[in-house]
């Protein structure tokens, strides 16, 4: 293994090469009319130093302009950002939007602030979950756990593509 | 230093040619000839110009080095000479017109991804698009684009490293298919070796991916290939071959020399760096524009693409003879929108209700009789009508547009496709807008559009002049839209229609070439209000 970081890529799947990095191809962003610009960064830096191949699509971003980018660059995953409390209404339909367009199993994370007001995180996952979200990601989550889960997500979907 | 520049145009309708001379002083024009093309052997209205414009017999093969001043035949005089002095030969370039530009289909993956960027490509080269298809490329759609008859397939999708899927899909359904002219291929680079296999046996032609990575164009390399290929496959036949033998150059597709030209205007005039030239002709309508394409203005976000700095668009039914007809249906359901904004400026409140009938009838005839000028003041007036609408759809197609929004930060506005608002100039080129001057009304279109058109759409709630504003798709949820045409540009004539002969010095002598083209323009000749 060539072994990029801590973590190495499981071995042996089919699909990798030059062009398939072990880690897997994303696609960022920070949904809506949300232009909270920061953590968008970071997470870029972060997915990059961790093998993935991302493609950031930065703030202001609508759906349509995710599964675009998706579909061109054969993307793995989709890792929704929401800081400004509207994510549940600019995510609506999201899964739904996927399936039309041909990316019925692509892998789907939203995290942030997702909503307004206290309601518990594990209601607000709920929502998201029936939404068709694979994956939902408080604010505070640690960031290698995400790394970790998605690495584990992508090779379970390369592998039943196989 | 001291050389003749001989530059000749061979159009679908007329061969133009034009003599300049390059000094140590730069460039200058000596002289300017046309005469009808020969369709049937086009080297011999080729020939005629060339002995018109310096007095020397064309034929036979000038050598592969004609510029380096071999001795040419012995002329008693010709134009600018100094007694006494010798003569080298002197250099050709030519460009054709290639029937109305190049013929090609576009195949992306997303339609405003590599789609877009596709057409801005094939539009960049010289070429005009006849069909396209995004996605998966299916049987009855390909056969559609086939009855279309395109030179080039423009085969693009996925970034590179990206989708494969379908673009093998695609490459399978274009192998199976009667296709036999060009297909290139400028898609996903990682899978070039498999598309080349499964094109086996068609004729194929490779260039870097339109769109490496999401958003970034890169559309040069496809740009010359497409001319590359204009050259070997089209324009064999004709007498252009012999053309080609005697100039020991190849020419260039008209509106590719034209962009040249654009570019070096661009690159190498000072104030020169926001313009617009509008070339208006019988068959298309085709818009050049310099500049930045997003100026990042507080409270505008750019969504899709950032467009080139130098940016060509054609529209194949905005001509005023051959697509005459195509133009009427397209103006037709914004006719009174268009009236109002085009008509009453020129002939007052006239808008009689047997006005589209008489427009009608006039475009059946032009459309027949394609060399036909007008010979009423009535039929003056529709023809001016239909050159300035026109003249306003290309242009609102070819520049973007501003949607109004509200955040939970605050109103702010989507900007989509490119903001020409700070163009500073406009150069109207091509026969009528050569031969005419639209400046004032031009720019009194202009300004409506820009301005006018948003505040009234506010005021009238949608009503009014909302025909305007949605003379190219409606807004989606009745919000204010802007268009992104010039606010306040300067007018100017290509008047000796000089530009498709300049252009084809555009890349030799992009500095000498480019002032010529600026120096001989006419500026609109009625003082500027305000």
């Not at chain 2, 089209?234 to 509106?255: A, M, N, S, Y």
């Not at chain 2, 242009?395 to 500073?424: C, M, N, S, W």
Request: charged residues 25%; proline residues 5%; aromatic residues 8%.
């Amino acid at each position: 293994m060539s072994g990029t970081g801590d973590i190495s890529g499981g071995a042996g799947t089919p699909s990798r090469g030059p062009d398939n990095p072990p880690k897997g191809k994303i696609v960022l962003g920070v949904i809506g009319y949300d232009c909270h610009s920061v953590g968008n960064k970071i997470l870029e830096v972060f997915f990059t130093e961790k093998g993935f191949q991302v493609t950031n699509l930065g703030v202001m971003v609508s759906q349509d302009e995710f599964i675009d980018a998706a579909i061109e660059t054969a993307a793995d995953a989709i890792l929704v950002s929401s800081l400004y409390g509207h994510g549940l209404i600019d995510c609506q339909g999201f899964r739904d939007r996927c399936v039309e367009r041909g990316l019925e199993d692509i892998i789907l994370y939203v995290g942030g602030n997702l909503v307004v007001g206290k309601t518990p995180f594990s209601e607000v996952e709920e929502k998201f979950k029936q939404m068709g979200f694979d994956r939902v990601f408080p604010p505070d989550v640690d960031l290698e756990q995400v790394a970790r889960l998605l690495e584990q997500d992508i090779d379970a979907r390369r592998t039943g593509k196989h | 230093m001291r050389e003749e520049l001989v530059s000749i145009d061979i159009g679908s309708t007329y061969t133009k040619g034009a003599l300049f001379l390059r000094t140590g002083e730069g460039l200058r024009l000596v002289q300017r000839v046309i005469t009808p093309t020969t369709q049937e052997d086009l080297s011999r209205g080729f020939g005629k110009v060339y002995t018109q414009l310096t007095g020397l017999p064309y034929g036979g093969n000038r050598g592969k080095e004609p510029c380096e001043g071999k001795a040419a035949p012995a002329a008693e005089s010709f134009p600018g000479s100094k007694e006494g002095e010798t003569r080298a030969t002197p250099r050709v370039r030519f460009s054709s017109s290639a029937k109305g530009g190049l013929r090609i289909a576009a195949i992306g993956l997303v339609p405003d991804l590599t789609l877009q960027i596709a057409r801005l490509a094939a539009w960049s080269a010289g070429g005009k698009i006849v069909a396209d298809s995004s996605y998966k490329l299916r049987e009855d759609r390909l056969a559609g684009m086939l009855r279309t008859s395109p030179d080039i397939v423009l085969f693009t999708g996925g970034t590179d490293g990206g989708n494969e899927e379908t673009v093998l899909w695609n490459a399978r359904q274009l192998a199976a298919s009667s296709f036999s002219g060009t297909i290139l291929y400028a898609g996903n680079a990682s899978v070039r070796g498999e598309v080349l296999r499964i094109l086996e046996g068609k004729r194929v032609v490779v260039a870097p991916n339109v769109m490496p990575r999401v958003g970034e164009i890169r559309i040069e390399e496809t740009r010359e290939a497409i001319q590359r290929i204009f050259l070997d496959t089209i324009v064999e036949g004709k007498g252009l071959k012999q053309v080609r033998e005697f100039c020991g150059t190849d020419p260039v597709p008209t509106p590719a020399a034209v962009f040249d030209l654009v570019e070096a205007i661009g690159t190498y005039q000072e104030g020169w760096d926001r313009f617009c030239v509008i070339d208006l002709g019988g068959a298309t309508t085709d818009v050049y524009s310099v500049g930045e394409s997003f100026w990042g203005e507080d409270g505008v976000v750019l969504k899709g693409l950032r467009e080139p700095w130098v940016k060509r668009t054609v529209e194949g039914d905005l001509g005023i003879r051959v697509s005459a007809a195509a133009l009427w249906d397209t103006v037709k359901p914004f006719f009174p929108a268009l009236v109002r904004l085009v008509w009453e400026e020129a002939e007052g409140n006239i808008t009689s209700s047997d006005l589209p009938l008489k427009i009608h009838r006039y475009v059946e005839k032009v459309t027949s009789e394609t060399s036909y000028v007008p010979d009423s003041e009535g039929e003056k007036r529709i023809d001016r009508f239909l050159v300035l609408a026109a003249v306003a759809i290309a242009t609102l197609r070819h520049g973007g547009t501003l949607e109004e929004t509200y955040t939970p930060a605050g109103r702010i506005f989507l900007q989509t496709g490119k903001d020409l608002r700070p163009v500073q100039a406009l150069i109207g080129s091509g026969g009528y807008l050569s031969l005419f001057d639209l400046g004032k009304p031009i720019r009194e279109l202009f300004h409506r559009l820009a301005t006018g058109g948003l505040e009234a759409g506010r005021v009238e709630g949608g009503k009014g002049t909302r025909g305007e504003s949605d003379l190219l798709r409606s807004s989606s949820h009745g919000s204010a839209r802007i268009h992104l045409v010039p606010k306040n540009p300067s007018y100017f004539r290509d008047a000796s229609y000089l530009f498709p002969l300049l252009g084809n010095y555009a890349k030799e002598y992009p500095e000498e070439v480019s002032r010529l083209a600026i120096e001989t323009l006419v500026p609109e000749s009625n003082d500027r209000p305000g």
